[in-house]
C-alpha cells in the first residue's frame, strides 16, 4: 500500500491543522487506520487510531482536542488538531493495517511522515 500525508506545517499555539493520509494500491481491506509521532531524542508514540468500524483510541496528551476520522470509500484518515500546544511538534506517520489483494494475513505500512511545528 501507499500512503501519501498532507497537511502538516507551522502554527502559532492555540492554532488548528488538520492532516491527511490517503491510501492506494492493491488492498482487499484497510482496518486499523493511526496517526503516530515522533519528536526529537523521544520514541515514537501513538497519537490516534480508529477501527473500520469507527471506534477511536487517543493518546491522553491530545484527548479533547484531536479528532480522528476516515472515510472509507475514498481510503483516508484525517487527524484534525485544534488548541495546538508546543509540545504537539513532531515528525506525524500515517498508519495502517490492511489485508493486500491475495495475502492471507494482515500487514502494516507507515506514511513518510509530515511535520507539525508549533510556535509559542
Known amino acids: 500500500v501507499h500512503l501519501v500525508e498532507s497537511g502538516g506545517g507551522l502554527v502559532q499555539a492555540g492554532g488548528s491543522l488538520s492532516l491527511t493520509c490517503a491510501a492506494s494500491?492493491?488492498?482487499?481491506?484497510?482496518?486499523?487506520m493511526g496517526w503516530y509521532r515522533q519528536a526529537p531524542g523521544k520514541q515514537r508514540e501513538l497519537v490516534a487510531q480508529?477501527?473500520?468500524?469507527?471506534?477511536?483510541t487517543y493518546a491522553d496528551s491530545v484527548k479533547g482536542r484531536f479528532t480522528i476520522s476516515r472515510d472509507n470509500a475514498k481510503s483516508t484518515v484525517n487527524l484534525q488538531m485544534n488548541g495546538l500546544k508546543p509540545e504537539d511538534t513532531a515528525v506525524y506517520y500515517c498508519?495502517?493495517?490492511?489485508?493486500?489483494?491475495?495475502?492471507?494475513?494482515?500487514?502494516?505500512?507507515w506514511g513518510q511522515g509530515t511535520q507539525v511545528t508549533v510556535s509559542s
Open positions: 498508519n495502517v493495517i490492511f489485508l493486500p489483494s491475495g495475502a492471507t494475513y494482515l500487514r502494516q505500512s
Open positions: 494500491g492493491s488492498i482487499v481491506s484497510l482496518n486499523n
Open positions: 480508529i477501527t473500520r468500524s469507527g471506534d477511536t
